[in-house]
């Protein structure tokens, strides 16, 4: 697998880097009680949801790491969820890295491309103070608030250097049955450029695709908050 970079460039975009799915009121509305309990059940902590996709029938929302989630997880369900809370499918399989790979990392854009059966995902670094990490035991009602802040997911310790990644799921839609969802390839952005470290990746759009190969397009932020717009070809 190739990930070549043909264009960046600074864009004029006021909109956050991401959003969290369950708290955007035009989205979603609050009367998700039987569904979020199952969740719980299901071993789901804290809801921490920036992008969901949809492959076949399947709708998948990424739950995403934080100072409460120690790895990142795929719910599954039916987009008729809503509807159906009860009676719905509901599957959550943790997203399992490529070995070495910072386990600090959080999902915040994906895309589904049907004819390669693969999920491209952009991540970053999640910045975890200690203090929290220890402390990372829920009081309230975590499943509602789900409110993991920017802070966390854009990695706001100055100390530590900002990393964003472009991941690989092939075989995507096989994978909904099994057990766990594992990352096939993960490349880190600034590899595929250097003046990209630093960059904060987020939203994630597909532009093109043909048999073994995408285009893709990447919001991403660089440390002073600026947003630009990255341009990817990618060969599978």
Same mark, same amino acid.
């Given at each position: ?15 956050? &880097? ?15 009680? $039987? ?7 299901? %071993? /789901? /902590? ?24 120690? !790895? ?11 509807? @159906? ?19 600090? $990392?959080? /999902? ?6 049907? &004819? ?11 910045? !975890?103070?200690?203090? +929290? ?7 309230? @009602? ?12 854009? %990695? ?9 990644? $472009? ?12 057990? #766990?969802?594992? /990352? ?8 595929? +450029? ?6 904060? *990746?987020?939203? !994630?759009?597909?532009? +093109? ?10 919001? *991403?932020?660089?440390? #002073? ?8 070809? !990618?060969?599978?």
């Amino acid at each position: 697998m190739k990930i070549k970079l043909t264009d960046h460039k600074k864009i004029k975009d006021s909109s956050p &880097l991401i959003n969290d799915l369950f708290i955007r009121s035009e989205t979603y509305d609050s009367n998700l009680d $039987i569904f979020l309990g199952r969740l719980r059940q299901s %071993g /789901v /902590v804290m809801l921490n949801v920036f992008t969901s996709a949809t492959i076949e029938d399947h709708l998948i929302f990424f739950n995403s790491v934080n100072a409460y989630n120690i !790895i990142n997880q795929a719910i599954i369900t039916s987009q008729e969820f809503k509807s @159906d809370q009860a009676g719905s499918p509901l599957t959550v399989l943790s997203l399992y890295m490529p070995d070495g790979a910072d386990p600090a $990392i959080g /999902v915040t854009g994906v895309i589904y491309s049907p &004819l390669n059966d693969c999920l491209i995902f952009a991540a970053s670094s999640v910045h !975890i103070p200690a203090e +929290e990490n220890e402390a990372a035991k829920p009081k309230a @009602d975590t499943m509602t608030a789900g409110r993991s802040s920017e802070r966390e997911t854009a %990695g706001a310790d100055k100390k530590t250097t900002r990393k964003s990644y $472009i991941g690989i799921i092939e075989n995507a839609a096989r994978k909904i049955g099994r057990k #766990k969802m594992r /990352v096939n390839s993960l490349t880190e952005l600034s590899t595929l +450029e250097k003046s990209m470290k630093g960059f904060l *990746a987020g939203r !994630i759009f597909l532009r +093109e695709e043909k048999e073994g190969k995408l285009k893709i397009s990447l919001r *991403a932020d660089n440390e #002073k908050g600026a947003a630009h717009l990255l341009k990817m070809k !990618i060969k599978l």
